[in-house]
């Protein structure tokens, strides 16, 4: 369903508010249901995973199609109220018009921000900084001024983190991706509070990180300056390791029986909440 222009403005408009001082915490999910489950919680934003959307679907990350990942996307759409940021991978394209198709169908199915990423191949290779800003351009372009566009650079994952000065680096791509119309810029992997900071305070872009076990809290982030959280595949990790303690907790009870709190989840068939 495409969302009608109006509706799509004013979420993607109240979206792009709740950036600020504190940081913007956005539970990533990976199909209707996880959607519906994060809202319930409490999420008044949402954002996606690529990888848990794959591994949902029995697939290796980054192995989606264009038209799988926006057809998984427009379900979650559909499915709740909230603003919701969506992965993109690369972009579904090898050249910039292709990535400003995407983007545009994105944002048709109403998804209010999205995350483009510079990374090339599996081998770690990124793109070049300034072949990398047109593709971003382009996905502006398409989108107009209101969605919000997350960059996401690829350095500090390993093994890319062994790059001879990824800090540089990092700052070198804020300020490119900049002049390409990016509003913020996506570090996954860059969990060192130091050097979160110096990239917070020397950027041409807000920073955003993915948070998950053993990253540094949503507080000490925010001191440092970080505008956004996200949590990547960590969501999907975590449900799914739970259905295996639950299988184990089954097949150790004599009865075979699941706690009656584990079945109270009704408000899955409901609405958006």
Known sequence: ????PITWRD????????????????PT?????SARASVHGGATALTTSSAAIAWARGDRDGTLSRETALAVHARILDTVEVP????????????PGEVAETVAAAVALGAVGVNIEDGLDPAGRLRDPSDQAMRLRAARDAAGPTLYLNART????APRHSADDPLRGALDRATAYAGAGADGLFVPGLTDLRLLGLLCARSDL???VMIGPGSPSVAQLGDVGVQRAS???????RAYAAVGRAVTDVL???????????LDVGWLDGASA
């Open 1 to 4: 369903m495409t969302l009608d």
């Open 11 to 26: 979420r993607a408009s109240r979206f792009r508010a709740m950036h600020g001082s504190t940081p913007l915490v956005l």
């Open 29 to 33: 999910v990976w199909d209707p249901s």
């Open 84 to 95: 919701v940021s969506i992965d993109l991978e690369d972009g579904y394209g090898t050249t």
């Open 154 to 157: 690829d350095l500090f994952l």
């Open 206 to 208: 807000p920073i955003n």
């Open 231 to 237: 949590l990547g595949p960590a969501l999907a990790v």
């Open 252 to 262: 150790g009870d004599a009865d075979h029986r699941l706690p009656a709190d584990v």
